[in-house]
Structures are given as structure tokens and as C-alpha cells.
């Protein structure tokens, strides 16, 4: 048993030390699609999960959760998000890393559902429209970069990270009598940039991986993610609330 958990540890360290998918060597030896082909199943299978995200979310759009319930969709969310990548990254099988893709696109949806009930429609859609078109062209352009962008990565996901910190800083702040000097608002177009750059970055990186079908999987999941992101602070700063 401990040689497997030793092996299983090996692993885990592997695949997410320094964003584990991005950490793959590109070997054209292994490629076994072509570079379009490629990066059109990566946008299909994001598509994917944007439309299971959206079909979850009209599942639960009646859903008036108590304050308990809103905490567990939370929980929902983070533990699904984690398990559904988990499965995706360290599978070497496409059909796996999808199955893990779909864990991650439902926990997203399913929590989304309330929150977007809070939203009229035609805001739902035009922010989901605009938002749609960045993650396209910001990903049309990481794609044709033909210079590694990968240094980049850490010092997003280090900026990310602080983000989370200040994000979960206004609450605490508040239950401990204190207002906090930055509003909401400036987290979010801060989020909106780092995440909008993140998306170049990430399309550099999984053009820069073997053309594999699990490839294209694992990196759309990480775009997805950006997608997500950039979504929900669009909405919060521009979505019209209903009376």
C-alpha cells in the first residue's frame, strides 16, 4: 500500500508542480492530430463545458438556498472543481479527462444557477456574449504567438493567489469591525485582467504541447476556468440586477 501512495504522490507532485498539464514536453513524435485539428477540438470541448455549465444552471435557477445551502453550493464548487481537474490532469486517456472536465463543469454550474437568477436575462446574455468574443480573440492571439509565453504563468498565478486573499479579506474584515480599503469593484477588473491574460497565456502553452486529444482536453479545462473568471466579474460589475 505505501508503494502506491508513494506512487500516487510522485504523481501528484508531477502533474501540478508549476501547473502540471503546461509542464509536458512537446514531442512531435507524439502528435496525432494536426495543429487546426487540434486547436478546434480545444475549443470544442471548452464550448462543451460552457454548455453543460449553462445547462446545469437552469437546473438550479429556481434554487433559493439558505445561507447553509449557499455555503455548501460553495463547497460544491471549490471540492468538485478540485476532484473534476484531478481526474482530467493526471488521466492519460481522453475519455477520462473529459469525464473530469464534465465533474468540473457541473460543480461550476450548479452553484451558478442562484446567483444568476439574480440577473435579468438580456444582461446574462450580452455579458456572456462579450465575454465569449475576449476569451476568442485573447485565445486566437495566444495561439498564434509563436514565442513561449510560459514564464509568464507563474507570476499569473502568484498575482491570482493574492487576488484570492484580498477576496477573502472583505468578509473577514467586516466580522471583525474593520472596512476594507479596496471595494469589490477594483478586485474585479483586476481579476478581469489577470484572467484575460491568463487565457493568452494558456492558449500559448496547449499549442505548445502534443497535438493528443488528451492534451486538448486537459488544456480545456484550464481555459474554461479562465473563461468562468472573467465571466462572473463581468456580470458583477455590469449585470443588471432585477427588482
Given at each position: 500500500?505505501?508503494?502506491?501512495?508513494r506512487?500516487?504522490?510522485?504523481?501528484?507532485s508531477?502533474?501540478?508542480?508549476?501547473?502540471?498539464v503546461w509542464?509536458r514536453?512537446?514531442?512531435?513524435?507524439?502528435?496525432q492530430?494536426t495543429?487546426?485539428?487540434?486547436?478546434?477540438?480545444?475549443?470544442?470541448?471548452?464550448?462543451?463545458g460552457?454548455?453543460?455549465?449553462f445547462?446545469?444552471?437552469?437546473?438550479?435557477s429556481y434554487?433559493?438556498?439558505?445561507p447553509?445551502?449557499?455555503?455548501?453550493?460553495?463547497?460544491?464548487?471549490?471540492?468538485?472543481?478540485?476532484?473534476g481537474?484531478?481526474?482530467?490532469?493526471?488521466?492519460?486517456?481522453?475519455?477520462?479527462?473529459?469525464?473530469?472536465f464534465?465533474?468540473?463543469?457541473?460543480?461550476f454550474?450548479?452553484p451558478l444557477?442562484?446567483l444568476?437568477?439574480?440577473?435579468?436575462?438580456?444582461?446574462?446574455?450580452?455579458?456572456?456574449?462579450?465575454?465569449?468574443?475576449?476569451?476568442?480573440?485573447?485565445?486566437?492571439?495566444?495561439?498564434?504567438v509563436?514565442?513561449?509565453?510560459?514564464?509568464?504563468?507563474?507570476?499569473?498565478?502568484?498575482?491570482?493567489?493574492?487576488?484570492l486573499?484580498a477576496?477573502?479579506a472583505?468578509p473577514v474584515?467586516?466580522?471583525?469591525?474593520?472596512?476594507?480599503?479596496i471595494?469589490?469593484?477594483?478586485?474585479?477588473?483586476v481579476g478581469?485582467?489577470?484572467?484575460?491574460?491568463?487565457?493568452?497565456?494558456?492558449?500559448?502553452?496547449?499549442?505548445?504541447?502534443?497535438?493528443?486529444l488528451d492534451?486538448?482536453?486537459?488544456?480545456?479545462?484550464?481555459?474554461?476556468?479562465?473563461?468562468?473568471?472573467?465571466?462572473?466579474r463581468?456580470?458583477s460589475l455590469?449585470?443588471?440586477?432585477?427588482?
Amino acid at each position: 500500500m505505501s508503494a502506491h501512495l508513494r506512487k500516487l504522490k510522485r504523481g501528484l507532485s508531477k502533474q501540478f508542480d508549476g501547473m502540471g498539464v503546461w509542464k509536458r514536453k512537446r514531442d512531435h513524435s507524439h502528435d496525432q492530430l494536426t495543429p487546426g485539428i487540434y486547436a478546434f477540438i480545444v475549443s470544442a470541448v471548452t464550448a462543451a463545458g460552457i454548455l453543460v455549465t449553462f445547462l446545469f444552471v437552469g437546473l438550479s435557477s429556481y434554487w433559493e438556498p439558505s445561507p447553509w445551502g449557499t455555503m455548501l453550493l460553495c463547497v460544491l464548487m471549490i471540492v468538485g472543481g478540485m476532484f473534476g481537474s484531478l481526474i482530467a490532469i493526471l488521466s492519460p486517456k481522453p475519455g477520462t479527462s473529459f469525464t473530469g472536465f464534465m465533474i468540473v463543469a457541473v460543480s461550476f454550474g450548479l452553484p451558478l444557477g442562484p446567483l444568476l437568477a439574480m440577473y435579468t436575462d438580456a444582461d446574462i446574455a450580452h455579458i456572456l456574449g462579450a465575454t465569449l468574443l475576449v476569451v476568442i480573440a485573447l485565445g486566437t492571439i495566444g495561439a498564434l504567438v509563436p514565442k513561449s509565453l510560459g514564464g509568464i504563468g507563474s507570476l499569473l498565478i502568484s498575482s491570482i493567489t493574492i487576488l484570492l486573499v484580498a477576496y477573502l479579506a472583505v468578509p473577514v474584515s467586516n466580522l471583525l469591525g474593520y472596512a476594507y480599503p479596496i471595494p469589490f469593484s477594483v478586485l474585479d477588473w483586476v481579476g478581469i485582467i489577470l484572467f484575460s491574460v491568463l487565457v493568452i497565456v494558456d492558449w500559448n502553452r496547449a499549442m505548445r504541447l502534443a497535438y493528443t486529444l488528451d492534451n486538448a482536453v486537459d488544456s480545456a479545462v484550464a481555459i474554461y476556468l479562465d473563461w468562468f473568471n472573467i465571466f462572473i466579474r463581468l456580470l458583477s460589475l455590469n449585470g443588471q440586477r432585477k427588482n
